[in-house]
């Protein structure tokens, strides 16, 4: 069944459209993603849908009894009511239901109405219906409903007699987020729901959307979230809205096949405009073709002519060069401790960060993340341990904040006066890549958008040509495009990364190593995300295994002598070689895995060459060399891991 659905709906401003001719349909249980560049027109069509704005054109239908919840991106719940206090207002038809029900048993206990036994029945009846009533409206699980949904978004049970009107506004976005969920509304419209989430929320986010009973329409710069909640998407592009079947990443796909197609079609279409025009020269002025000339002149200006493909869409267009390339060794901690006022967040980190390596750095909201990056690059100072960067080590760093930016200049002085001595031309050459062009340039810094402002930052990175760039949550404030043009800017970039983000689309593309940072200190994985959410959950699994074998052992209180302590001390003893046998088993292997990649690029270079297939012996022979390589990283990978794994099972014990 339909819920909605817009008929030509259009918004104009003046003489310019923002998009006509707009038509969506959504259906019982659907769920839509919506996409587009920031300034397309998203959020006016979803403030349009659900009836906070009238369209200029068209109209939007409804089913009659259809309830709508919206959460706006810069939304927050306001309320004078503690956070537990405001969750239970949404069930307060529940709550009235019980207190009739309360009120019911009351009279029915009454000696008076027991001796009535018609008007007893009555009663009786009644009360059924209303517990009838009160068990499909989740009357006995409302609260601990509530308590699970308030968990997904991180408030906890000493958090809930706290104000609402004390919270911060990311706290107030979660919680307008949290109170949409519980209302159960027939269609859910959220704009930008994955603001102010850490990961594990996110995640949970998408598990509660996933089996959420109404329908969905959401707008997200999210790819990794729009993946694991949508199925069908709409584009707003160029003023129109087109649907595509499957969720981001076969949006993507679909519409690379159309661009091609369409690519074909326009280079055919152009092809055929040439050649009639040619005839049309050739044999116009021959009295002998004259009409035929005419007649195709005819037929060409009546032809439809297409437009070139994405023509007028522009896009960012940058990378990141180094000036030189630094030492193996980027930057190693020992025993590193990070916070404010000698008060630690994390402690005991230790890192040690080699030449190209990519690392995601991620954890729960407030564990220390940005903290340790400020910590890193000098900002903030360290409560312990030591930073010893390698040889020949540039540094830049992307501030989430943009506070390095300067709100008293222009965009084209925020990079010429870091940079004097660089021809103005060329320093506008590179804002327009940025799309900084002309005008534009010379906004000043505080007028801009945050995405406007992100630009900006990257631009002064891209000027800088540093070898470690260390980021601070660099696709924030983003649209989908630009986040795709840095990923592949990154990807490309010949020195090293180490970045925090929320961003798992993001980091998927860009890490090789992930690193999960707590308060107790760092935990390794040599993958991307994906691979690290695997391998805590098998982890997760051999602990929970570990502890249900330990709970069903039978296990006999022993005597304590100096026999049983002696015992323990010598299996703690044997326990600590063990751990020390494995940790040099891990640094050995590593160091395999490291002379073994550098061997394999060595070969690959040579592979490249395509002077080596004149060669076809040696070619063969270094085939079979990159083939023998691959394997044995194979195997060592396998065997690295597996050595990790009992280490932890150690650590764990």
């Not at 259009?10 to 003489?15: L, T, V």
């Not at 009357?139 to 978004?153: D, N």
């Not at 949508?230 to 949006?251: A, D, M, P």
């Not at 522009?314 to 930057?331: C, H, I, K, M, P």
């Given at each position: 069944?339909?819920?909605?659905?817009t008929?030509?709906?259009?918004?104009?401003?003046?003489?310019?459209?923002?998009?006509?001719d707009?038509?969506?349909?959504?259906?019982?249980?659907a769920?839509?993603?919506?996409v587009?560049r920031?300034?397309?027109?998203?959020?006016?069509?979803?403030?349009?849908?659900?009836?906070?704005?009238?369209?200029?054109?068209g109209?939007?239908n409804k089913?009659?009894?259809?309830?709508?919840?919206y959460?706006?991106q810069h939304t927050?719940?306001e309320?004078?009511?503690t956070?537990?206090?405001?969750?239970?207002?949404?069930?307060?038809?529940?709550?009235?239901?019980e207190?009739?029900?309360?009120?019911?048993?009351?009279k029915?206990?009454?000696?008076?109405?027991i001796?009535?036994?018609?008007?007893?029945?009555d009663?009786?009846?009644?009360y059924?219906?209303?517990?009838?009533?009160?068990?499909?409206?989740?009357?006995?699980?409302?609260?601990?409903?509530?308590?699970s949904?308030?968990?997904?978004?991180?408030?906890?049970e000493?958090?809930?007699?706290?104000?609402?009107?004390?919270?911060?506004?990311?706290?107030?976005t979660?919680l307008?987020?949290?109170q949409?969920?519980?209302?159960k509304k027939?269609l859910?419209?959220l704009?930008?729901?994955t603001?102010?989430?850490?990961?594990?929320?996110?995640s949970?986010?998408?598990?509660y959307?996933?089996?959420?009973t109404g329908?969905?329409?959401?707008?997200?710069?999210?790819?990794?979230?729009?993946?694991?909640?949508?199925?069908?998407?709409?584009?707003?592009?160029?003023?129109?809205?087109?649907r595509?079947?499957?969720n981001?990443?076969?949006?993507?796909k679909l519409k690379a096949e159309?661009?091609?197609?369409?690519?074909?079609?326009?280079?055919?279409?152009?092809?055929?405009?040439?050649?009639?025009?040619d005839?049309i020269?050739?044999?116009l002025?021959?009295?002998?073709?004259?009409?035929?000339a005419?007649?195709?002149?005819?037929?060409?200006d009546?032809?439809?002519?297409?437009?070139?493909p994405?023509?007028?869409?522009?896009?960012?267009?940058?990378n990141?060069?180094?000036a030189?390339e630094?030492?193996?060794?980027?930057?190693?901690?020992?025993?590193?401790?990070?916070?404010?006022?000698?008060s630690?967040?994390?402690?005991?980190?230790?890192?040690?960060?080699r030449?190209?390596d990519?690392i995601?750095?991620?954890?729960?909201n407030?564990?220390?993340?940005?903290?340790?990056l400020?910590?890193?690059?000098?900002q903030?100072?360290?409560?312990?341990g030591?930073i010893?960067?390698?040889?020949?080590?540039?540094?830049?760093?992307?501030?989430?904040e943009?506070?390095?930016?300067h709100?008293?200049?222009?965009?084209?002085?925020?990079?010429?006066d870091e940079?004097?001595?660089?021809?103005?031309?060329?320093?506008?050459?590179?804002l327009?890549?940025?799309?900084?062009?002309?005008?534009?340039?010379?906004?000043?810094?505080?007028?801009?958008?945050?995405?406007?402002?992100?630009?900006?930052?990257l631009?002064?990175?891209?000027?800088d040509?540093?070898?470690?760039l260390?980021?601070?949550?660099?696709?924030?404030?983003?649209?989908?495009?630009?986040?795709e043009?840095?990923?592949?800017?990154?990807?490309?970039?010949?020195g090293?990364?180490?970045?925090?983000?929320?961003?798992?689309?993001?980091?998927?593309?860009?890490a090789?190593?992930?690193i999960?940072?707590s308060h107790?200190?760092?935990s390794l994985?040599?993958?991307?995300y994906?691979?690290?959410?695997?391998?805590?959950e098998?982890l997760?699994a051999?602990?929970?295994?570990k502890?249900?074998?330990?709970?069903?052992?039978?296990q006999?209180?022993?005597p304590?002598?100096?026999?049983?302590?002696?015992?323990?001390r010598?299996?703690q003893?044997?326990?600590?070689?063990?751990?020390?046998r494995?940790?040099?088993?891990?640094?050995?292997?590593?160091?395999k895995?490291?002379?073994?990649?550098?061997?394999?690029?060595?070969?690959?270079?040579?592979?490249?060459?395509?002077?080596?297939?004149?060669d076809?012996?040696k070619?063969?022979?270094?085939?079979?060399?990159?083939?023998?390589?691959q394997?044995?990283?194979?195997?060592l990978l396998?065997?690295?891991?597996a050595?990790?794994?009992?280490?932890?099972?150690?650590?764990?014990?």
């Amino acid at each position: 069944m339909i819920l909605l659905q817009t008929q030509k709906v259009a918004r104009h401003f003046g003489a310019d459209v923002l998009f006509d001719d707009v038509t969506i349909e959504i259906k019982e249980n659907a769920r839509v993603g919506l996409v587009g560049r920031n300034g397309a027109g998203k959020s006016t069509l979803l403030h349009i849908i659900s009836g906070q704005e009238e369209p200029d054109a068209g109209r939007v239908n409804k089913r009659k009894d259809l309830t709508i919840g919206y959460l706006d991106q810069h939304t927050g719940l306001e309320s004078a009511k503690t956070i537990w206090e405001e969750m239970l207002s949404i069930f307060e038809p529940v709550i009235q239901l019980e207190k009739d029900m309360r009120s019911l048993e009351m009279k029915m206990s009454s000696p008076d109405l027991i001796k009535n036994d018609t008007e007893y029945q009555d009663v009786l009846k009644k009360y059924d219906t209303l517990q009838e009533s009160y068990k499909q409206m989740n009357g006995y699980g409302y609260e601990s409903e509530i308590r699970s949904v308030l968990h997904g978004f991180r408030f906890y049970e000493e958090d809930f007699q706290t104000l609402v009107s004390q919270l911060s506004g990311g706290q107030k976005t979660r919680l307008a987020l949290a109170q949409l969920l519980l209302e159960k509304k027939d269609l859910l419209i959220l704009d930008e729901p994955t603001n102010h989430l850490d990961i594990d929320t996110l995640s949970w986010l998408e598990k509660y959307l996933q089996n959420y009973t109404g329908a969905l329409l959401i707008v997200s710069h999210d790819r990794y979230f729009l993946d694991k909640v949508v199925n069908e998407v709409y584009e707003v592009s160029n003023g129109k809205v087109q649907r595509f079947t499957g969720n981001y990443s076969n949006y993507l796909k679909l519409k690379a096949e159309q661009i091609q197609k369409m690519w074909k079609e326009y280079e055919k279409q152009q092809k055929e405009i040439e050649k009639t025009e040619d005839f049309i020269n050739r044999n116009l002025v021959r009295a002998s073709t004259t009409k035929r000339a005419q007649s195709r002149r005819k037929m060409l200006d009546k032809m439809e002519k297409m437009d070139k493909p994405q023509g007028d869409q522009q896009s960012a267009n940058f990378n990141f060069y180094t000036a030189r390339e630094s030492g193996g060794v980027v930057l190693q901690t020992e025993d590193l401790a990070i916070g404010y006022d000698q008060s630690p967040l994390s402690a005991h980190i230790d890192l040690d960060i080699r030449k190209t390596d990519a690392i995601a750095l991620v954890g729960p909201n407030g564990v220390g993340k940005t903290t340790m990056l400020k910590t890193i690059v000098g900002q903030l100072p360290k409560l312990g341990g030591t930073i010893q960067y390698g040889t020949k080590v540039d540094i830049g760093y992307y501030d989430q904040e943009q506070s390095l930016l300067h709100s008293n200049k222009s965009v084209l002085d925020e990079l010429w006066d870091e940079h004097p001595t660089i021809p103005e031309q060329s320093i506008r050459t590179l804002l327009g890549s940025f799309l900084f062009s002309g005008e534009d340039a010379e906004k000043s810094i505080a007028s801009l958008s945050g995405g406007e402002k992100a630009r900006v930052a990257l631009a002064k990175l891209a000027m800088d040509k540093n070898n470690f760039l260390i980021l601070d949550e660099p696709t924030n404030h983003l649209d989908i495009d630009s986040k795709e043009v840095l990923e592949n800017a990154l990807i490309d970039f010949e020195g090293t990364l180490l970045f925090v983000s929320h961003d798992r689309y993001f980091i998927n593309r860009m890490a090789t190593k992930v690193i999960e940072i707590s308060h107790d200190g760092l935990s390794l994985y040599l993958g991307d995300y994906d691979y690290y959410l695997q391998k805590k959950e098998e982890l997760e699994a051999l602990a929970q295994m570990k502890q249900e074998t330990a709970s069903n052992s039978p296990q006999e209180p022993e005597p304590l002598n100096k026999h049983s302590q002696g015992h323990d001390r010598a299996k703690q003893k044997e326990q600590q070689r063990e751990i020390r046998r494995l940790n040099r088993t891990i640094e050995d292997l590593e160091e395999k895995m490291q002379k073994s990649e550098a061997a394999l690029e060595d070969i690959q270079g040579q592979l490249s060459d395509p002077a080596i297939y004149d060669d076809p012996i040696k070619a063969a022979e270094l085939t079979e060399q990159h083939d023998a390589l691959q394997k044995e990283q194979e195997t060592l990978l396998e065997t690295w891991e597996a050595a990790s794994l009992e280490l932890e099972s150690y650590e764990t014990e």
